[in-house]
């Protein structure tokens, strides 16, 4: 299963417990974040494609780091008029691991935890 998903203005096709380095976003490590805009989804075969997002899919990532990419070297010269100009370039980027997909009128799977609590209160 996989899904093209936007995040931070860029398309990234993902699938479960991937590694993606996207542009800096907001939150700090170790934080649970919830991608909405889901442009197609892949479930072994079954394709749905939105127009322009899937209603009620979404990517949850958790933040890994926030990092600095390699460093990009712009030099500028014309040629027979003394002009030169070097800029250096790092991009700030975070690094998301994919922690899940979620369907469209798909329940949200309970963990252990939650269902303990609820047979504890029911008694």
């Given at each position: 299963?996989?899904?093209?998903?936007?995040?931070?203005?860029?398309?990234?096709k993902v699938s479960k417990d991937q590694k993606v380095y996207v542009h800096r976003l907001e939150g700090n490590e170790g934080d649970a974040i919830?991608?909405?805009?889901?442009?197609?989804?892949?479930?072994?075969?079954?394709?749905?494609?939105?127009?322009?997002?899937?209603?009620?899919?979404?990517?949850?990532?958790?933040?890994?780091?926030?990092?600095?990419?390699?460093?990009?070297?712009?030099?500028?010269?014309?040629?027979?008029?003394?002009?030169?100009?070097?800029?250096?370039?790092?991009?700030?980027?975070?690094?998301?691991?994919?922690?899940?997909?979620?369907?469209?009128?798909?329940?949200?799977?309970?963990?252990?935890?939650?269902?303990?609590?609820?047979?504890?209160?029911?008694?």
């Amino acid at each position: 299963m996989y899904a093209i998903v936007e995040i931070a203005g860029q398309q990234f096709k993902v699938s479960k417990d991937q590694k993606v380095y996207v542009h800096r976003l907001e939150g700090n490590e170790g934080d649970a974040i919830t991608f909405a805009k889901v442009l197609l989804l892949d479930d072994n075969g079954t394709v749905t494609i939105g127009a322009p997002a899937i209603e009620g899919a979404s990517v949850e990532a958790k933040v890994l780091q926030h990092l600095k990419g390699d460093k990009v070297i712009v030099f500028k010269k014309k040629r027979r008029k003394g002009y030169k100009v070097k800029n250096g370039h790092r991009q700030s980027l975070t690094q998301i691991a994919i922690s899940g997909i979620t369907m469209p009128g798909a329940k949200k799977k309970a963990t252990k935890k939650a269902a303990t609590e609820e047979t504890e209160t029911a008694e």
